[in-house]
C-alpha cells in the first residue's frame, strides 16, 4: 500500500489518480499509523515552503516523515515535498527537515528567464538507476517552481536542469527519490517513474 501524506500543502488528488491508473493500492491519509505502516510514503506539496513547513510541524507528521525515513521505507517526495527535505529555503528564510544537506535557492531573474519556470523542459541524466529507468535518454517533464534544490551531495542527484543556473531536480539515495517536478503531469514519462517507484525497480 501506498501513502499519500495529506498536510493540507499538496497536491493530492492528482498523484493519487497516477497512482490508481497505475493499479495500485493508495490512500491519502495524515493519521501517522497509516502512514508509518505503508509499504510506501509519498511528500508531494504546492504552495509557499514556511507554510507547509508550519502545517507540517502542526500535524506532527514531520517526525513521522522522519521514521519514515529511517525505517528505510521508500519515499517520494514531489516539488515543494522535495525542497522540504533539504536544510534550509530562501524562501521565507526557513529551515526545512534537514534530513538532506543543502539549500533550496530562488532563480535570479535578472537571467530574463520568466519565474516561476512553468512547463516542460528536458533532464540531464547522470543517472539510470532509479526512477529514471525505462526512460528516453532524454526525459521531458513539467515543472512549475521559482525555487530549487542546490544539493550538497552531489552523487546523490540523478539529473539536472538549466534554468539560469543549474538545478538539482532528482535526488536518489538510499530508500529516498526526489523530484522538482510533476511526475503525475508529465505523461507516459511520469507514469513510468512513479511505476517504478511503485514496483520497487527504483533502486
Known amino acids: 500500500m501506498i501513502a ?42 504546492v504552495g509557499a515552503f514556511g507554510d507547509a513547513m508550519d502545517k507540517l510541524t502542526h500535524a506532527g507528521l514531520d517526525a513521522v516523515v522522519k521514521e519514515v525515513i529511517k525505517k528505510g521505507t521508500p519515499f517520494l517526495g514531489i516539488c515543494l515535498g522535495m525542497q522540504l527535505m533539504y536544510e534550509f529555503s530562501e524562501e521565507g ?36 538507476n532509479g526512477l529514471l529507468k525505462g526512460c528516453p535518454e532524454v526525459p521531458y517533464v513539467y515543472f512549475v517552481h521559482s525555487y530549487y534544490v542546490d544539493a550538497a551531495d552531489k552523487s546523490s542527484v540523478s539529473a539536472t536542469v538549466e534554468y539560469g543556473a543549474c538545478a538539482d531536480v532528482l535526488v536518489e539515495t538510499n530508500n529516498i527519490h526526489l523530484t522538482q517536478f510533476h511526475p503525475e503531469k508529465s505523461g507516459e514519462i511520469g507514469l513510468q517513474m512513479l511505476k517504478n517507484f511503485a514496483l520497487g525497480d527504483a533502486v
Open 93 to 128: 528564510n526557513c529551515e526545512g527537515l534537514g534530513i538532506l544537506k543543502g539549500t533550496v535557492k530562488r532563480f535570479s531573474e535578472s537571467d530574463g528567464l520568466k519565474i516561476p519556470q512553468i512547463g516542460w523542459n528536458s533532464l540531464h541524466v547522470t543517472n539510470r
Open 4 to 45: 499519500i501524506i495529506d498536510y493540507d500543502a499538496g497536491n493530492l488528488r492528482s498523484v493519487e489518480k497516477a497512482f490508481l491508473f497505475l493499479g495500485q493500492d493508495v490512500i491519502v491519509s495524515s493519521d501517522p499509523q497509516v502512514i508509518l505502516g505503508a509499504d510506501k510514503v509519498v511528500l508531494p506539496g
